[in-house]
């Protein structure tokens, strides 16, 4: 029901623009959020936006470098990412939670299939 896309391979301080598009209007009720998971690593939460766009929270590692929004008509989030690290590498998966306001691991009620961004250093 969540497909993800944008990922690549960029070198260090570039950019990438991730989109998630819902099949279906399940997700406009709903929180949804970014997370991430490299190789050898548990997933982790990257950004969440809620229902309406009004609220949007990030893991300190995304903070000032990447921002999350969404388009209800268009049943899509985006993931914009900016100043790119190699610790930025890993599967970026987008995901509905159950709750309207802020996405968690625990409250995933929808995972997308993860889209592989690589940065070169």
């Known amino acids: 029901q969540l497909q993800a896309s944008g990922g690549g391979l960029v070198q260090a301080g570039g950019s990438l623009r991730l989109s998630c598009t819902a099949s279906?209007?399940?997700?406009?009720?709903?929180?949804m959020g970014w997370f991430r998971q490299a190789p050898g690593k548990e997933r982790e939460f990257v950004a969440s936006?809620?229902?309406?766009?009004?609220?949007?929270s990030y893991a300190d590692s995304a903070k000032g470098r990447f921002t999350i929004s969404r388009d209800n008509a268009k049943n899509t989030m985006y993931l914009q990412m900016n100043s790119l690290k190699p610790e930025d590498t890993a599967v970026y998966y987008c995901?509905?939670?159950?709750?309207?306001?802020?996405?968690?691991?625990?409250?995933?009620?929808?995972w997308g299939q993860g889209t592989q961004v690589t940065v070169s250093s």
């Open positions: 936006i809620s229902w309406n766009g009004g609220t949007t």
């Open positions: 995901a509905t939670d159950r709750g309207p306001v802020r996405a968690t691991l625990s409250g995933i009620a929808y």
């Open positions: 279906r209007r399940t997700s406009s009720n709903n929180a």
